[in-house]
């Protein structure tokens, strides 16, 4: 395993402004993941973080809505554009060592209001 | 596309009991299932991953079984304690992807 640190852990912010998530993986690894868990729901990936390539965006999300950056083997940022309450959510950071298995960060908590 | 459920979506025990968690999945040609658990407002901790190839896999108090041919994972906790309460989440790869797919969990209460 590894550890995977998240910033901020949480955040109030208003509505139209924008919010970067930052992760910091302790060891180099191939493939970052963002998740979004909204209110009493599960896991939803929003995009593979690919070093030296653009992030790989899942359906429903898109990267003028999430800008993701992927500037070396230990480091992303997940942007979060333009923000309405919907956006509301806890944000994960994730990786995978070996194919299958994530590891997560301890979250973002956002709030928009 | 691969699809994971749990039931019961919360669960409330006392302390000391031995439980049984249960996760369905869709598409039985998986490549990994693994348990996590969450704390309130917190990231994911993995507690145990199972493999295609593995009936089973132990730690601790934890025992995770995977039966591919029904579909069905079901994560065990012996003796439970105050502190096991959480919420408890199951993710399962599909065909032809590592990707996980995750359940929407189960909340977990264990009354002292």
């Known amino acids: 395993s590894a550890v995977i640190s998240q910033k901020p852990s949480r955040d109030i912010c208003q509505r139209g402004t924008s919010l970067t998530i930052q992760c910091q993986v302790d060891?180099?690894?191939?493939?970052m993941f963002w998740y979004r868990q909204q209110p009493g729901q599960s896991l939803t990936l929003i995009a593979t973080?690919?070093?030296?390539?653009?992030?790989?965006?899942e359906s429903g999300f898109v990267i003028d809505k999430f800008p993701i950056s992927r500037p070396n083997l230990t480091f992303s940022t997940l942007t979060v554009s333009n923000m309405s309450p919907e956006d509301s959510s806890i944000y994960l950071c994730?990786?995978?060592?070996?194919?299958?298995?994530?590891?997560f960060g301890e979250g973002s908590r956002l709030t928009v209001l | 596309k691969q699809e994971v459920t749990q039931i019961p979506a919360a669960l409330s025990v006392p302390e000391g009991e031995n439980l049984v968690l249960n996760c369905s999945f869709t598409?039985?040609?998986?490549?990994?299932l693994q348990w996590f658990r969450q704390d309130p407002g917190k990231g994911l901790t993995s507690l145990l991953l199972?493999?295609?190839?593995?009936r089973e896999q132990t730690s601790g108090r934890l025992n995770a079984s995977l039966d591919k041919s029904s579909g069905r994972s079901t994560l065990y906790i012996a003796a439970s304690q105050p502190g096991d309460s959480a919420t408890y989440l199951c993710?399962?790869?599909?065909?032809?992807?590592?990707?996980?797919?995750f359940g929407k969990g189960t909340k977990l209460s264990v009354i002292p």
């Open positions: 598409d039985s040609a998986i490549y990994n």
């Open positions: 994730s990786v995978d060592f070996q194919p299958g298995e994530l590891f």
């Open positions: 199972i493999q295609s190839s593995q």
């Open positions: 060891s180099q690894v191939t493939m």
């Open positions: 993710a399962a790869s599909g065909a032809g992807s590592y990707q996980l797919t």
């Open positions: 973080a690919n070093q030296g390539s653009e992030a790989t965006y």
